[in-house]
Nanobody
């Protein structure tokens, strides 16, 4: 499984960015979720959002609820994260991943091996 993330960058506080995560896998990944984690300097990695490829069920971390929206293109095995009303606390490296949706809900860094990971993309929010 290969995951390709894109869309990070620099934005001012209150601004928006859209991240894309494309999963390259020869067999369908309907039983999995695709989404993002993030890791800020000096902090542990945290779950941001995940979406089931098959039925669109979602998970959001508490810190992003109401500001971030995750969606997917099932046919293209691609997920999108629309991030609105960004603030400096959202500054982090965002990692694209695929795994079971329950693993997002129960995530801790000890569970990193439950996911396939893509490269990180840096999101910087200036005040």
């Amino acid at each position: 499984v290969q995951l390709q993330a894109s869309g990070g960058g620099l934005v001012q506080s209150g601004g928006s960015l859209r991240l894309t995560c494309a999963v390259h896998q020869s067999t369908p990944i309907d039983h999995y979720a695709v989404g993002w984690f993030r890791q800020a300097p000096g902090k542990e990695r945290e779950a941001v959002a995940g979406i089931m490829v098959s039925d669109g069920r979602t998970y959001y971390g508490d810190s992003v609820k109401g500001r971030f929206t995750i969606s997917r293109d099932r046919a293209k095995q691609t997920a999108f994260l629309q991030m609105n009303n960004l603030n400096p606390e959202d500054t982090a490296v965002y990692y694209c991943a695929t795994g079971f949706l329950a693993a997002w809900k129960n995530y801790s860094p000890k569970n990193n091996n439950e996911f396939f990971w893509g490269q990180g993309t840096l999101v910087t929010v200036s005040s």
